[in-house]
């Protein structure tokens, strides 16, 4: 088989895999009483050391009635107080192709701001895609660059008289895709725009805030929703009219004082994005609190 | 248990297993509850804090109310409490929190509470 032909199927296969592909997950954030946990969809707005393994994922049919699996992990490291760095990587099965070898992930984030009264925080930060890292069409032949904008907003500033509103809290991300090359193997690698929010309810915000909750597990559960979409904005006329793709993904995250486990079903929002109920589901350790004296800590300046 | 399990891989790999980000587990008076006039508030968090670096505030219908010095209580590093100098009259009662922890994590929280 030709360079020219494993090139053309890595490209095809990583097109077809792309809408459903689930993001890494990253660090979770604590800004004033809010917890913003790890979520599976979009990037929390914290920094933090902490490590997601595994991260497990199961989703039934592509446009093109792919099946994959995957098991990834991701690491993340602070180097300052307020700024981090990451590498990730993953297994991926899809049918008809076997496993394979992800491309290799690396990522620096910078915590921008963190209101604790307004438990409000966002942070600014990119991940590459490092091509040709994959194994088995797994992957891409060009790195992608992916800068985002991600944020979060607790509502435990509403009034009192709105108790039982203030444990929700949202995040959002804005990012793009930027390839760096506009073709590979005569195909199109086109930008595209990354957006999506989360809205969680926080039970352990509503035990320590609201109300206290006697049972123990109930305390630790926060219900999720995750919306996750994409839509090429520049250089894909040959791949026909630009359409969003995206997922939403209810679920629970089950936060423990070091560690929390997330899992979510994920729903394609149209035929574009694919067919069929998928599932994903993370176990996260949070560094910063298991080893707060060596690697949960930055390398320089001090704890946060 | 899990927490047990993971402090001993961590022990295994030659790592201190300590654990931070004090989080309110449980308070007297109850967060949102009612009470008859309590002596004290009294914070139990996910971990152990320091009294010299932590506070807690209370106000009520008044403003704020004069306490005593937040300590730990005895043999019980992850709860924090302070003294109330006299009897609170019936009414609405905020109080809020900032601990650091043992490993020097700051957190905070407030809630409410009634006195019957």
Redesign the interface.
Known sequence: MSSRTLSVQAASLALLLAPLSPAPALAHAVCGSRVFPATLAIDDPGVGDEVALPTISYLPASLAGVEQASVSYNYTKTIFPEFGISFGQGAQFANGQGWGRTDLQIGAKDRLFCLPDWELMGSVGVNVDIGKTYTNFMGNDFNNYSPALDVGLGFGGLPKSLNFLRPFAITASIGEDMPDQKFTAGNQNPTNLNWGFTIQYSLPYFNANVAQIDNAILKRLIPITEFNFSRPIANFDTLGPAVTTGTVQPGVIYAADSWQFALEAVLPINSASGRGVGVVGELHFYLDDLMPDTLGRPIFGGRK | M??MI?AAV?SLSG???????A?????SP????AVAAPQEIRLTF??GVEPKFSSIALSGPGGAIVTGAAATAAGDNHTLVVKIGHPLAPGSYSVKWRVTST???R??????FTVK
């Open positions: 899990k927490r993971l961590l790592v201190d297993a300590a654990f931070a980000h989080q309110l587990q449980s308070a109850p967060v949102g509850g996910s971990e490993d020097t994590h957190t905070q929280g407030g809630f409410d």
